[in-house]
């Protein structure tokens, strides 16, 4: 069973709509959590991270935590096709890159 | 920003031959990894380094050596390719231990025939 667990497993939105995608742990010692976007043949590349209960917002993306939950979202205002990608939840116990789990991804498709 | 080059982008081998996935970074950063990218898994780690001539296991290591000969060099080996090692691979660095962040080289897509 994965510690890290993603929904939807893909999710396809038009042009300028909202996309909101969801991350569970099941671990509750996870402190620290990223979002993480990876286009089609590159590497992912992190996109935001959350370590306080509460949102974030950097520009049109907005994460959520909720540590009491386990749950921490991630939600793309005024969705462009450029934001079709992989994006992936990851989540660590303490400090130390080694200790990042990756959750298995939400594939987001951007209509025009 | 932060640069971590993997080669070669594409391999295929055959089953039972050795494999070499180089990685080299310009970020100056201690910590190297290598992942694995299967359709469902996201990313599993394979091994990673802390420092030059050390490296360490994670949570995927069997059938993968790894070697750190410098700071900026991180090497992953298969001695003996499976079919099951047919992956995308990709290494990563990040700073010294803290609430850090992981940059990910573009992946390696290795075809084990």
């Known amino acids: 069973q994965q510690k890290v667990q993603q929904s939807p497993e893909s999710l396809s939105v038009p042009e300028g709509g909202m996309a909101s995608l969801n991350c569970t742990s099941s671990d509750r010692n996870f402190q620290y959590f990223w979002w993480y976007r990876q286009h089609s043949g590159e590497g992912p590349k992190a996109l935001m991270s959350i370590f306080s209960d509460g949102d974030k917002k950097e520009g049109r993306f907005t994460a959520h935590l909720n540590k009491a939950s386990l749950h921490v979202s991630l939600h793309i205002r005024d969705s462009q096709p450029s934001d079709s990608a992989l994006y992936f939840c990851a989540a660590s116990v303490g400090t130390g890159g080694y200790k990042v789990v990756f959750g298995s991804g939400t594939r987001l498709l951007v209509s025009p | 920003e932060a640069a971590v080059t993997q080669s070669p982008r594409s391999k295929v081998a055959v089953t039972g031959g050795k494999v070499t996935l180089s990685c080299h970074q310009t970020?100056?950063?201690?910590?190297m990894y290598w992942y694995r990218q299967d359709t469902g898994h996201g990313l599993r780690l394979i091994h990673y380094s802390y420092v030059a001539d050390s490296t360490e296991k994670g949570d995927i290591p069997d059938g993968y050596k790894a070697s750190r000969p410098s700071q900026e060099n991180f090497s992953l080996i298969l001695e003996l390719a499976s079919l099951s090692q047919t992956a995308v691979y990709f290494c990563?660095?990040?700073?010294?231990?803290?609430?850090?962040?992981?940059?990910f080289g573009s992946g390696t897509r290795l075809t084990v025939l």
């Open positions: 970020n100056n950063h201690d910590y």
């Open positions: 990563a660095s990040s700073a010294p231990p803290g609430a850090e962040t992981l940059y």
